[in-house]
């Protein structure tokens, strides 16, 4: 079943000032609504602690969970665990835009806030450029051993095949 797209809307305008608590739940078609994504399968529950003062908020994200990922040593799946928080602050501004990683400036007028995006942007920051088994509680690999095996092996070497009309072309050079 899909998000409806109101789901991670926060109508701030209408809270009264101090914390406010939202929880989600992060699932497969979550994903679905972004083109690329680089996950597609996962399982994480997001507390959102949001601080509306006059001239801020503050959004304390803390995700934990899993993420699905391929492996690119030996290609199998594994669930990678998430559990991190992330600070969001909301200034207000003549124009929307984005101050760093961290601070947006939204219009003076707006009512409502989309952390959709923010939430898609944070949990795929969370996988590594080289996705790899992590290791077992003894150091060993945890990638599937019967691959590991194979790419250890040595290749075999086979005699070049010597095609004739390489010997006809180095009869020419001569």
Same mark, same amino acid.
């Given at each position: ?88 602050? *909301?200034?207000?501004?003549? !124009?929307?835009?984005? =101050?760093?990683? +961290?601070? #947006?400036?939204? /219009?003076?007028? %707006? ?35 019967? *691959?590991?095996?194979?790419? !250890?092996?040595?290749? =075999?070497?086979? +005699?070049? #095949?010597?095609? /004739?009309?390489? %010997? ?7």
């Amino acid at each position: 079943m899909a998000d409806s797209p109101n789901t991670y809307s926060i109508p701030f305008a209408g809270l009264a000032e101090g914390s406010h608590r939202f929880e989600y739940e992060i699932g497969d078609s979550f994903f679905e609504r972004f083109e690329h994504a680089v996950v597609h399968h996962a399982q994480v529950h997001v507390d959102l602690d949001f601080n509306k003062s006059p001239s801020v908020l503050t959004l304390v994200f803390h995700f934990k969970g899993f993420i699905a990922l391929s492996c690119d040593r030996c290609l199998d799946d594994f669930n990678m665990p998430l559990d991190f928080h992330q600070t969001l602050m *909301v200034r207000f501004g003549d !124009e929307a835009r984005e =101050e760093s990683d +961290d601070i #947006i400036v939204i /219009p003076h007028g %707006e009512l409502v806030l989309d952390v959709a995006q923010h939430i898609y942007e944070y949990i795929s920051l969370q996988v590594p450029m080289r996705v790899v088994h992590p290791d077992d509680p003894q150091g060993r690999s945890g990638c599937n051993p019967d *691959v590991i095996r194979k790419l !250890e092996q040595e290749p =075999e070497h086979h +005699d070049p #095949i010597e095609d /004739p009309r390489w %010997e006809a072309l180095k009869k020419l050079k001569k």
